[in-house]
C-alpha cells in the first residue's frame, strides 16, 4: 500500500507547484523507507518549505511528558523555522502563516476521539479558512481498523482538545475521512484537499497494511497500547494509574490500595454474561517510574486481547473503572480540573465528553445498559460518516 505521503510524491506533486508550504508533523510523519516529511519536503524544487508546526510532544518527539507545553524554535536539520502548536497557542496565528500559502497535515492518528493530533489538523483547517490558505491532508491508516465504532457521542458542552466535535469514542475513520467531516459538518469551510492512500482497506489492522510502526506519542509505544486506549484512557480523568511511567501503558490499570485477585475475580465474574468479549484480565504488580504513583507498588491488572476482533475496548475500559468504583468506593478519586484548559468541569468528564458515564459508574449502572445508552447516538453517527468515507 502506499501511504498519502507516498502518493503525493508519486503523483500530485502539481498541485503544491511554486507554493510555499508550511508542514505539520512529528514523529509519525515518515515514509515507509523511515524518511521524515520534513527532510523529504526540504529536498524538493517544486515548492518551498517555509514553517514546520509541531503538536503535542514536538515535531521529532522532543516533549515526552504528557501534557509539557512547548515553544518555537528552528530546525537544526533544515534550518526551518519550527511554530509550537501545543504551547502559547494551540491554533496557528496569522502571523505563523504570513509566509505560507500552503499548509500540509501529515501525522498517524490512533482511532480514538481521545487524541490530540486530528484537532491540531481540525485547527489548522480553521485557521487556513480564517487567512485564505490551502489546506491538505495526506492520509494514514486508522491503526484499529475503519470498521468498528464503540462509545458514547460527545457533547458539545464538554468539547475540549481531547474531544473537539461531537463523535463516538471510537470512530472507524482516517485523518483524511474526519478532515472532510470536521470541514463540512461543522463548518470550517477552509480550501481542502485529502491526498488518498492506495490499497487501504476498512476491515486492515495496522499490521496488516506493511507500514512500519512508528510512535505517535511516547505513551503509545505499540499497537497493542493502541487496541486498549480507547477504554483505558478514561483512567487518566482518575487519580487510578493507566500504566504511564512502565513498559505497557494504557495495558497496565492499578493504584497502591487495589488486591490484583479481587479485581479481576470481579471483573472475571462480570464478563461472564458475554458483555466483554476476548479479553483477559491477569492480576498483576507494578511500579510506575513517572506519572501517577510513581515508585509505588500498584495492584491492578493487564489487559490481555485475545481476539482483537470482537474485543470491546470502551465498554473494557468503563467496566474496570467501575469494578474499581464499586470495590474502593471510597479510595478512587477523580482528577481535580483543570484538563486542557476547561477549568471548571470534572477532567473525567472532559475526556469522556460527558458527565453521564460517571454518574453511571457512581450509580452503580450495568454495563448492559452503558452500552445500551450508546447506541442511538452510535446509529446516527453511522449515516453521518457514511458521507465521508473514502475507502
Avoid at 509505588?296 to 481476539?307: A, T
Wanted: hydrophobic fraction near 35%; proline fraction near 7%; charged fraction near 20%.
Amino acid at each position: 500500500m502506499k501511504l498519502g505521503l507516498e502518493t503525493l510524491f508519486d503523483s500530485h506533486l502539481d498541485k503544491l507547484k511554486g507554493k510555499r508550504v508550511g508542514l505539520v508533523v512529528n514523529p509519525t510523519s515518515t515514509d515507509q523507507a523511515f524518511e521524515h516529511a520534513a527532510d523529504l519536503f526540504a529536498a524538493r524544487k517544486e515548492f518551498q518549505l517555509t514553517a514546520l508546526f509541531g503538536p503535542q510532544h514536538g515535531i521529532r518527539g522532543e516533549t515526552q511528558d504528557n501534557m509539557i507545553e512547548w515553544e518555537g524554535y528552528r530546525d537544526p536539520r533544515t534550518g526551518i523555522p519550527v511554530y509550537s502548536l501545543y504551547g502559547a497557542t494551540r491554533v496557528p496565528t496569522t502571523e505563523m502563516l504570513e509566509n505560507v500559502d500552503a499548509v500540509v497535515f501529515d501525522m498517524q492518528d490512533v482511532g480514538t476521539r481521545i487524541y490530540t493530533f486530528i484537532y491540531t489538523m481540525a485547527y489548522c483547517m480553521q485557521a487556513c479558512a480564517r487567512d485564505g490558505k490551502q489546506m491538505f491532508v495526506l492520509d494514514r491508516p486508522n491503526p484499529i481498523n475503519g470498521t468498528q465504532i464503540e462509545g458514547n457521542m460527545l457533547e458539545t458542552e464538554f468539547a475540549s482538545f481531547v474531544g473537539l466535535y461531537p463523535m463516538p469514542t471510537r470512530h472507524g475513520m482516517t485523518p483524511g475521512e474526519l478532515a472532510q467531516m470536521f470541514n463540512n459538518k461543522f463548518d470550517i469551510g477552509c480550501n481542502l484537499t485529502v491526498i488518498r492512500m492506495e490499497g487501504w482497506t476498512r476491515g486492515q489492522w495496522f499490521d496488516e497494511t506493511g507500514v512500519p510502526w512508528v510512535i505517535p506519542s511516547p505513551n503509545m509505544p505499540t499497537l497493542d497500547s493502541a487496541t486498549v486506549f480507547p477504554g483505558t484512557v478514561h483512567v487518566e480523568g482518575t487519580q487510578v494509574s493507566e500504566g504511564r511511567g512502565t513498559t505497557r501503558p494504557f495495558e497496565f490499570v492499578g493504584a497502591p490500595y487495589i488486591d490484583p485477585e479481587t479485581l479481576c475475580g470481579d471483573l472475571r465474574d462480570e464478563a461472564k454474561g458475554g458483555l466483554l468479549p476476548g479479553v483477559h484480565f491477569r492480576p498483576h504488580f507494578f511500579q510506575p517510574t513517572f506519572q501517577k504513583h510513581a515508585g509505588q507498588c500498584c495492584g491492578g491488572l493487564q489487559i490481555h486481547v485475545l481476539d482483537r476482533n470482537v474485543f470491546k475496548p470502551v465498554l473494557t475500559g468503563i467496566a474496570i473503572l467501575r469494578s474499581i468504583y464499586r470495590l474502593y468506593p471510597n479510595s478512587l478519586k477523580w482528577k481535580e480540573p483543570p484538563y486542557e484548559y476547561v477549568y471548571d468541569k470534572n477532567p473525567f468528564d472532559v475526556i469522556s465528553g460527558t458527565d453521564k458515564l460517571r454518574i453511571q459508574i457512581e450509580k452503580g449502572t450495568s454495563l448492559a445498559e452503558i452500552e445500551e445508552s450508546w447506541r442511538p447516538g452510535l446509529s446516527e453517527f453511522v449515516g453521518l460518516r457514511r458521507n465521508y468515507l473514502l475507502y
